[in-house]
């Protein structure tokens, strides 16, 4: 248990050697420049005058930036923070209560581990601590989630439901934006739904370290919702941090949906870094097909002008193989 970066760091002035970044990895200069452009879309327009504006949003974040935010998203602020807050206890829970959750075993439906563990396949350590868990279909999954803090399940499973229609509005607005039948994500392309929360404590030098490394998710969509700023995209061969803005969600394109929308939109390289002065909380929700789907551009997308860029891959086979990017067993991707 003392493997939990949060047992251990509130301890140490300075970085353990084996937290240390290579050169090529490690931030270095944390005052990289904010991302400019990346669309903040105010989803309250999408259903009067200004749809189409909305749209072209969302496609241009989509197109040139892999992401999006979204205000005014219909999810509650009370919502948003009852959950943040009640992660934050989760993480805060004395080490005995902690220990009981803790596991390496990737199978499980709902596993506390940490950043040393995740990433075992590339044998460095990240300056984090997850949980992971299924959420959707809820009452599939809800029993394997924790007792403590005693509104857990209660407050999770409220959320995980809440954010799963905002993805799936999405998910529809994006179809409109691609011209693909609006509901073409509804079924086996969205069939399960999964949720990391990432816990980065202060650490004395973040510049050493990263919380998670550079890498692109391979699912469909992905739904992130912060506490403090840390996320940060690389473009153009350069690393740009991403605006917290309050109460909004990060959208990111997955590889998948990628493939889907035939190259029409991208998946961005993304990592977290960490603060010295405060823990950060990120609550990412994935939305996955199933395992047994089969991954191709959608044939609206496809003709003459437009030809097949990528072949039609199976879910499982992809997640386990796409070559050359590592497996991160956190469920998204590393490159290697
Ligand atoms: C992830 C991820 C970024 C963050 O968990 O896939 O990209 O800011 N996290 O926590
Ligand atoms: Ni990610």
Redesign the pocket.
């Known amino acids: 248990m003392s493997a939990l970066v949060s047992s251990w760091s509130k301890n140490v002035h300075t970085v353990p050697e084996n937290f240390v970044c290579s050169s090529e990895e490690r931030p270095g200069d944390l005052a990289v420049p904010l991302c400019k452009g990346i669309p903040v879309v105010d989803l309250q327009q999408v259903d009067g005058h200004d749809r189409a504006d909305s749209i072209k949003q969302i496609m241009i974040g989509s197109q040139d930036f892999g992401m999006f935010q979204v205000i005014n998203h219909g999810l509650l602020k009370e919502l948003m923070d009852d959950t943040m807050s009640l992660f934050k206890e989760f993480f805060d829970m004395p080490e005995e209560d902690k220990a009981t959750y803790y596991s390496e075993d990737m199978s499980k439906s709902f596993r506390l581990y940490t950043g040393s563990f995740c990433h075992s396949v590339i044998n460095h350590n990240y300056w984090k601590d997850s949980v992971r868990q299924d959420c959707h279909p809820l009452e599939d999954h809800i029993e394997t989630w924790p007792e403590k803090p005693a509104r857990y399940r209660e407050v999770v499973g409220t959320y995980s439901v809440e954010v799963r229609k905002l993805g799936m509005r999405i998910l529809d607005l994006i179809c409109e934006g691609l011209g693909v039948d609006v509901g073409y994500f509804a079924g086996d392309l969205s069939k399960f739904q999964g949720m990391?929360v990432?816990h980065y404590p202060p650490c004395p030098n973040p510049s050493l370290v990263l919380?998670?490394r550079g890498?692109y998710?391979t699912n469909l969509l992905?739904l992130?919702q912060?506490d403090e700023y840390?996320?940060q995209i690389l473009k153009d061969g350069q690393w740009f941090g991403v605006k917290h803005v309050p109460n909004a969600f990060v959208i990111n394109i997955g590889s998948q949906l990628e493939i889907i929308s035939n190259g029409k939109l991208t998946s961005i390289k993304?990592r977290?870094v960490t603060n010295s002065s405060v823990s950060r909380t990120?609550i990412?929700t994935l939305i996955n097909p199933s395992e047994e789907c089969i991954i191709e551009p959608a044939k609206a997308l496809v003709s003459a002008c437009n030809p097949l860029m990528f072949q039609a891959v199976q879910c499982k086979e992809y997640v386990d193989t796409c070559m050359p990017k590592a497996r991160d067993p956190?469920g998204?991707t590393l490159e290697s």
């Open positions: 990391i990432n919380g998670v890498h998710d992905t992130l912060q840390g996320l993304h977290a990120s990412v956190n998204a």
